[in-house]
């Protein structure tokens, strides 16, 4: 669909069920209509070197990709893929219609003063909510499928593909950016090289598996037992990860939020119910995995900047990409001299 057809669905658009509130929420990758009782998240046709929802054919797959993935953890809260048709020039999701011209996803509505990143922000997420996180977290990667067929090192492409957004950065943001990301490809680089043995361990061991992908406190409800959703269903090679990789995204989330309290209380808990730390070396692989995912946020809000339709928007991705920016480069102050040092 086009911004054009998402609005008139918005305003004209036929739904399954009667409806009194159409909200819309964009994303960088989706469409998301907030209504009465349940969403209805539908892709954008886009293509990035990470993603492809570039046909109608692919977007129907990864709807159904995204519905069967994210029933491990959240069986009740996705519910089903709908067609959405064109007929006479109006639009309706699911029921008959003349063309299919694209597909949404259902999911049930959760309470939206549940998600954890506005209970973080409003001081309401006790440490009986992190250790019962940890234990559903810990739980689930026991349980997911072990990967043992990986290329270990294929985060350091996506650690560098930061290096795409280098010339917006410092065009938007000052010459600052573009000098801390030459400095923390390097430094990546650098530590891969030295740890690529520590890697294929950790492969060996089980400790990359078929993990969410996506875990920060936006795609968590605490309702009051924990609720993850909004798995990565785009790229399996986004997904099938190192748990500490896992862990290290939902940890670096709360750092930003200002609350490493809760962070490590959240890495302390997990470890103590599923050890994946098992030496300094291993303490050190968490904090790169940190500046890792504080990396891919700068990331995603510079494409959201790019893609912004008004100046706040824009301006907004902006502060945001700086924040994650200057979060990767205190990861990074933490660790670089001791490995630097080894090599």
Aim: aromatic share 10%.
């Amino acid at each position: 669909m086009t911004q054009e057809q998402i609005d008139k669905l918005l305003s004209e658009g036929e739904f399954p069920e009667s409806t009194e509130q159409r909200q819309l929420v964009e994303t960088h990758i989706s469409w998301v209509v907030l209504c009465d009782r349940f969403v209805y998240k539908i892709k954008k046709p886009i293509r990035y070197s990470f993603l492809d929802f570039s046909t109608l054919k692919l977007r129907k797959h990864f709807c159904e990709r995204e519905l069967d993935l994210n029933k491990r953890f959240a069986k009740g809260v996705y519910l089903e893929v709908l067609p959405i048709y064109e007929t006479g020039g109006q639009y309706q999701i699911g029921g008959n219609g003349d063309v299919v011209i694209d597909h949404t996803l259902k999911m049930r509505k959760l309470d939206p003063i549940k998600q954890m990143d506005v209970l973080v922000r409003n001081d309401k997420v006790s440490p009986t909510d992190i250790r019962n996180l940890a234990k559903r977290i810990a739980d689930f990667h026991k349980e997911t499928n072990i990967i043992f067929n990986k290329d270990v090192l294929d985060v350091k492409e996506k650690f560098n593909a930061l290096g795409e957004e280098r010339e917006f950065l410092v065009e938007h943001l000052n010459k600052n950016s573009g000098r801390l990301i030459d400095r923390a490809i390097k430094a990546s680089n650098d530590f891969l090289k030295i740890n690529k043995t520590l890697l294929a361990d950790r492969l060996g061991h089980g400790f990359f598996r078929d993990c969410h992908g996506d875990l920060h406190t936006r795609n968590i409800f605490l309702l009051p037992e924990p609720q993850p959703f909004d798995c990565i269903e785009f790229n399996d090679d986004y997904r099938q990860i190192d748990v500490l990789n896992e862990v290290a995204f939902l940890c670096m989330d709360l750092d930003a939020l200002g609350r490493k309290d809760l962070s490590e209380l959240f890495v302390n808990h997990y470890h103590q119910l599923f050890p994946v730390m098992r030496n300094e070396k291993e303490r050190q692989l968490f904090i790169y995995y940190k500046s890792y995912r504080a990396n891919v946020r700068a990331k995603v809000n510079s494409l959201r900047a790019k893609s912004a339709s008004n100046k706040a928007d824009k301006t907004k991705a902006l502060n945001e990409a700086l924040k994650y920016l200057r979060l990767m480069e205190s990861y990074l102050n933490s660790f670089e001299t001791l490995f630097t040092k080894a090599l």
